[in-house]
């Protein structure tokens, strides 16, 4: 009798019990839809499957890092894939590296998931950074001529690092655009007195770091404004990983609305498109792009899953410090989200890049369509 092949695990930390939050659904598909496309090519180390384990931390820190412990205790575990909340995975940086359990972040942009003091690093991230990302919201402000920039961003990690990349940037072009920098707690329900002071202080554009909840309130509340009081807004991609549309209540088409991303299938290379599009048929059901909420998530997830599975093939091993170091050697990945030559290298642990980066509206389905492809 043979040897019971065992399985390579990849566990994900996400908030599934999240209420109307769609990032953890989605970096789930890509996750699985990855590991089905890597298993029916054999799977790793001459023939073991990929396997996914997951669990919920419903984006609290403290679940987050009970979470990390467990999974560090599963025989085979590979590496842990992290989700949309940059403050739980920020939260998990000591842990991390104090087990030597890899993450491979698909969502978070916090500047410091990927920008601390230990070395090696076990933070890997194919998602957006708010260095990236702050400078192609604020570009797209000067594109329409802005003036004086309404910053809205939550008193937590991830507004943090967003104010730093602003005041990087402008400070780093010599801009004459001004910032009014406003924060606020998750869980604040009424906007307006935060709007009206930026509108007292004479601002032109608002630039907003939410998530799904709060960015529909401000959005509702802009809406109901006279239409010469309602400002752009330009928003970061927190509200795409939730039921940002229906939260709305219809309102996002009276508002000039924008919000960055990294990933479109609009813009994925057709034949790695196809291919995933079939195994999303025979696992999910879905024949159209248009029905896959959160593509972001959707398309790092797949991508990272490719990474891993050719570090882990690179290190001949499932020990994870074998399997840190072969990431920084893997070359020649073709994913949904870019053709990746060198992913990661010595203290470079972001695979993408500035120019990965673009603007995208929500178009009359909902759907978020890229602002240069029709």
């Not at 384990?53 to 085979?76: C, H, M, Y």
């Not at 290298?345 to 602002?371: C, H, K, S, T």
């Amino acid at each position: 009798m043979s040897a019971e092949i065992k399985p390579v695990y990849i566990g994900f930390d996400g908030a599934f019990g999240l209420k109307n939050s769609t990032s953890a659904q989605a970096i789930e598909k890509g996750l699985t839809i990855g590991i089905a496309e890597v298993n029916a090519r054999g799977g790793v180390l001459g023939g073991r499957p990929l396997k996914l384990l997951t669990r919920d931390n419903r984006s609290v820190p403290a679940r987050g890092v009970e979470n990390i412990k467990l999974f560090a205790q599963q025989e085979g575990l590979v590496a842990v894939v992290g989700g949309r909340f940059s403050p739980v995975i920020l939260s998990e940086i000591d842990i991390l590296h104090d087990l030597k359990v890899i993450m491979m972040d698909a969502w978070g942009s916090a500047d410091g998931i990927t920008e601390h003091t230990y070395s090696p690093s076990y933070a890997f991230r194919v998602s957006l950074r708010d260095r990236f990302a702050m400078p192609a919201m604020l570009r797209h402000a000067q594109k329409n001529n802005a003036k004086r920039i309404a910053l809205l961003v939550p008193n937590t990690g991830w507004g943090r690092s967003n104010v730093n990349a602003a005041e990087r940037y402008l400070g780093e072009i010599g801009s004459d655009m001004t910032t009014k920098v406003i924060w606020y707690n998750w869980g604040d329900k009424d906007f307006s007195g935060f709007y009206r002071i930026f509108q007292d202080w004479g601002a032109d554009t608002l630039v907003m770091v939410a998530n799904d909840i709060e960015g529909s309130l401000v959005v509702r509340y802009v809406a109901s404004l006279p239409e010469d009081q309602r400002m752009p807004i330009i928003s970061h991609w927190g509200i795409t990983g939730g039921q940002f549309v229906e939260a709305c209540q219809g309102d996002l088409a009276k508002v000039d609305f924008s919000v960055v991303q990294t990933f479109s299938f609009y813009k994925a290379e057709p034949t790695i498109r196809a291919t995933f599009m079939d195994w999303a048929k025979r696992l999910y059901g879905i024949e159209r792009i248009e029905d896959i909420d959160s593509p972001v998530g959707v398309g790092h997830a797949y991508d990272i899953v490719q990474i891993l599975a050719r570090a882990i093939d690179l290190a001949s091993s499932t020990n994870r410090p074998a399997v840190r170091d072969a990431l920084e050697k893997v070359t020649a990945i073709k994913g949904l989200v870019r053709t990746y030559d060198k992913p990661f290298g010595p203290n470079d642990y972001d695979a993408l890049e500035q120019d990965n980066v673009f603007m995208a509206r929500y178009d009359e389905n909902g759907i978020i369509r890229p602002l240069d492809v029709e």
